[in-house]
């Protein structure tokens, strides 16, 4: 007679679930400030450190990626706690911030394979949609995790 399978208690998480929206935006900021250094470098023609920068920027974007579906999966969607034109501000910024999300995910795709495949001219004409749009959607994101967790709106 085969014998039952024991179960196992459940691994402790590393990072309490509380803790993701924390770290979610903490990856935000952080591609933020990569996305405004790799800027400044390519600006003073730094483009060896321009590219380093940037393959940051977008390994804090892919670690924030997967920690926010990750999290979202688990814990499910937080309700904005605020009412008025509080509320109205929040989905606004939520709204604008999750389309460009989506949007911009193939933009920094694409603009990083052109850069690192050397292409150049056409890294710098996408670039110039593609930055702006990242640094609104890292920002907002920073935004989004304030107004839901730690702005008191009682």
Excluded: E
């Excluded at 292409?119 to 710098?124: D, L, V």
């Amino acid at each position: 007679m085969p014998l039952a399978p024991v179960p196992r208690p459940a691994a402790p998480r590393l990072i309490p679930l509380s803790s993701f929206p924390a770290v979610n935006a903490s990856l935000n900021a952080t591609t933020f400030v990569l996305l405004l250094t790799g800027y400044a470098l390519v600006k003073r023609r730094k483009l060896r450190a321009h590219r380093y920068v940037m393959i940051a920027a977008l390994c804090t974007s892919a670690a924030f990626l997967a920690s926010y579906l990750y999290y979202h999966a688990h814990a499910g969607s937080t309700r904005f706690p605020g009412t008025g034109i509080a509320r109205t501000i929040y989905l606004g910024i939520l709204l604008t911030h999750t389309v460009l999300a989506t949007a911009i995910v193939p933009m920094v795709l694409v603009t990083a394979w052109r850069g690192l495949r050397d292409r150049h001219p056409q890294h710098r004409l996408i670039a110039r949609w593609t930055l702006p749009l990242w640094l609104y959607v890292s920002i907002t994101g920073v935004v989004v995790y304030w107004m839901l967790y730690r702005m008191s709106w009682h």
